[in-house]
T-cell receptor, first 114, second 114 residues
Framework: NAGVMQNPRHLVRRRGQEARLRCSPMKGHSHVYWYRQLPEEGLKFMVYLQKENIIDESGMPKERFSAEFPKEGPSILRIQQVVRGDSAAYFC????????????FGPGTRLTVL | AQSVTQLGSHVSVSEGALVLLRCNYSSSVPPYLFWYVQYPNQGLQLLLKYTSAATLVKGINGFEAEFKKSETSFHLTKPSAHMSDAAEYFCAVTRSNTGNQFYFGTGTSLTVIP
């Protein structure tokens, strides 16, 4: 059973460009979470999605950030018009159910904004 | 509200010595608690979790943690450190009624001295 897959592992963008981060959950998992990790900090929750629904986006910045988890295909975290402060590691996690199920993490995408 | 405090951002121990990583939580309802380990440039791997079944929880790689409600603590221990234990360790909490997002501590970097 493959784990949570994220791609790309490393992404470099110039200021003003768009960044698209992809996450494929573990087989059988229908719940996806995105977290951001800034240098020397812990992970901060961004958004929680189920198939075709955003359940909790309380951690998402109000502008430029969006997320989706379509019926088919991976979950996408999209950052428009990136700025240097967006440079961070973005982790996706999945779980078989919501509530308190263990979340399994992918290897992360490290975004660098030049 | 939920939060987690990890005391000591950096801990150094000698190989073979006891490992003690501290985690205190605050939660208005019974918490579910987790310890994750992160190796350089990798995602988070679950070490163990507390879900109220037993206060002493055994995890992988010889780690264990004890839930102490009176102290609101969930410290991680290992009797004898190994060089391969050098990594970043994160404590996380979620709650039993709505779950979803995990609240992470800022992490403790463990160094093992040969």
């Amino acid at each position: 059973n493959a784990g949570v897959m994220q791609n790309p592992r490393h992404l470099v963008r110039r200021r003003g460009q768009e960044a698209r981060l992809r996450c494929s959950p573990m087989k059988g998992h229908s719940h996806v979470y995105w977290y951001r990790q800034l240098p020397e900090e812990g992970l901060k929750f961004m958004v929680y999605l189920q198939k075709e629904n955003i359940i909790d986006e309380s951690g998402m910045p109000k502008e430029r950030f969006s997320a989706e988890f379509p019926k088919e295909g991976p979950s996408i975290l999209r950052i428009q018009q990136v700025v240097r402060g967006d440079s961070a590691a973005y982790f996706c996690a999945s779980s078989p159910g919501g509530t308190t199920d263990t979340q399994y993490f992918g290897p992360g995408t490290r975004l660098t904004v030049l | 509200a939920q939060s987690v405090t990890q005391l000591g951002s950096h801990v150094s121990v000698s190989e073979g010595a006891l490992v003690l990583l501290r985690c205190n939580y605050s939660s208005s309802v019974p918490p579910y608690l987790f310890w994750y380990v992160q190796y350089p440039n990798q995602g988070l791997q679950l070490l163990l979790k507390y879900t109220s079944a037993a206060t002493l929880v055994k995890g992988i790689n010889g780690f264990e943690a004890e839930f102490k409600k009176s102290e609101t603590s969930f410290h991680l221990t290992k009797p004898s450190a190994h060089m391969s234990d050098a990594a970043e360790y994160f404590c996380a909490v979620t709650r039993s009624n709505t779950g979803n997002q995990f609240y992470f501590g800022t992490g403790t970097s463990l160094t093992v001295i040969p």
